[in-house]
């Protein structure tokens, strides 16, 4: 082997930060990239290696609209990543309430607020780098990012500190092939309406002409609701990338258990283990 050949071989090595079995990647293949072509998949892994982020712990993630793939990660996966930069020289933000003094520097932040903050604003995320003098910065405004969701409802200031600081670490050290679940939410707009979901209680319960008064109908779909399906729609609330995690799983599911795509399955049909996983999966 000649001396460059060496070199490339080590560089190829010191990408491939977490590697997997032939059993794991047949793993992965039926569930977290179900929906992946053989080129595509090829992609995912590739990604999950070269930055080294273990899919089955949720750190890296395949999704696929309209034929087109979407590889995502979480905020704590670019943590992850630029954690392991040698130039990597920590990361500072917060959230920004009505009444805050915020004023940004070349340098910095001047962020000052007391007890009585208001509304939130937004958020601001800076990572600094050793080989740099300026830190990449990033403000997020909450009315952009926000989404009707539980998870945004209960925690509205954590959710959009994540927003700011992936799009900060993501700048910071050029991480490419990857977008953020936090993007995702904004980028990707859905036409699902929630109630189009099979929920076996509502099946038999559609308009069938104009006579039947439509507050009528939607009373009894509320209230024939099952209690796995009012626990889903708490959670997905109308977040478009939630709904569209909830079909892809119900798909996954269906492949499974062999089920025709043309048939529906219900929320309820799921077992326990599959319903636990499936919330799991909406909450994280």
Known sequence: MSAKSKVVDINRKKKELITFTEEELETLRRTVAGDASSDEFKMFIYLAKNYGLDPFNKEIFFWKKDGKPTIMTSRDGYLKIDDRHPQYDGLVSDVVRENDKFRRKETGINHQYGTNRGQIVGSYALVYRKDRSYPVYIFAPFNEYQADSKVWKQYPSAMILKVA??????????VSGLVSREEMAVQQQSDYNFDEIPFSQVQGKKNKGKTQKDETLKNDQVTSLTERE????????????????????????????????SKKISINSLSKDQFEQLKSILNT
Do not use: C, Q, W
């Open 165 to 174: 600081e992936s799009m900060a670490l993501k700048r910071a050290f050029s």
């Open 230 to 261: 009012r626990t889903i729609k708490e959670i997905v609330g109308s977040d478009p990338k939630l709904k569209e995690d909830l079909y892809n799983y119900l798909r996954h599911v269906k492949r499974e258990k062999g089920i025709d795509r």
